[in-house]
């Protein structure tokens, strides 16, 4: 069904804003619009009125901005153009008592949260004294900022744990091996490296010295 034209008379101006269904996000010429069914116009037993609106963010610019698309079947608010119902705009997206909140909300107000269909995580934990920010996936993985230790951590779900510390060290925990490649070349700067089991390599040259009670070195300091 169509939308009601001024020159037919049927279209009153439109103020204030409006529920809508969202019916499709895929915009082939490309405006930024989505197209939305508006359940409260239209005729009894006909309420397939849509119409595509223009998808309002705060950051919008020629091939950048901040893209986050509603799901099919959701419910937004749209505010029209002047009252012209032929130019809808969707300003905002609401929960209306069928879809679940991503967080139960908490008088104290710490969290904030951007959730993901697929249950991946953006929450910002603003508790005094224990600010947290993470990231974290269904499947386990998670990076986590965290105010209280002063630590970051990227944990793979398998175990693996890169933690950089307080103190200022950084830990890294595999599960199975660490494979370094450098084709231009690696430099440690360190007054002590400390080894546990065998060092295996191709050639072992020292510039100063080299200790060991059943070690003796060949011409050149070379192993």
């Known amino acids: 069904m169509g939308l009601p034209t001024p020159a037919d008379g049927g279209a009153p101006g439109y103020f204030g804003v409006y529920p809508a269904i969202v019916t499709d996000i895929v915009d082939r010429d490309r405006l930024g619009r989505v197209e939305v069914r508006f359940p409260w116009l239209g005729t009894e037993g006909d309420e397939q009125v849509r119409a595509w609106a223009t998808l309002c963010t705060p950051y919008a610019d020629d091939e950048q901005g901040l893209l986050v698309l509603p799901e099919v079947g959701s419910q937004v608010l749209v505010a029209f153009e002047a009252g012209n119902l032929r130019r809808p705009y969707v300003i905002g997206a609401a929960w209306n008592g069928r879809e ?6 908490e008088a104290a107000n710490n969290i904030r949260i951007l959730r993901t269909r697929a249950d991946s995580r953006l929450t910002f934990d603003d508790t005094a004294g224990a600010e947290k920010v993470g990231i974290t996936m ?9 105010n209280a230790t002063q630590e970051i951590t990227v944990r793979h779900a398998n175990g693996c744990v890169l933690r950089m510390t307080a103190a200022g060290g950084i830990e890294l925990t595999a599960v199975s091996s660490v494979q370094v490649t450098a084709p231009a070349g690696m430099r440690v700067s360190t007054p002590l490296a400390q080894f546990t089991g065998i060092v295996e390599c191709q050639v072992l040259k020292a510039d100063a010295l080299v ?3 059943a070690y003796t070195p060949g011409a050149g300091n070379l192993w």
């Not at 679940?100 to 909300?105: A, F, I, K, V, Y």
């Not at 269904?138 to 965290?146: C, F, I, M, Q, T």
């Open 138 to 146: 269904a499947a386990g993985h998670e990076v986590v900022l965290d």
């Open 100 to 105: 679940s909140l991503p967080h139960e909300p």
């Open 211 to 213: 200790q060991s009670p």
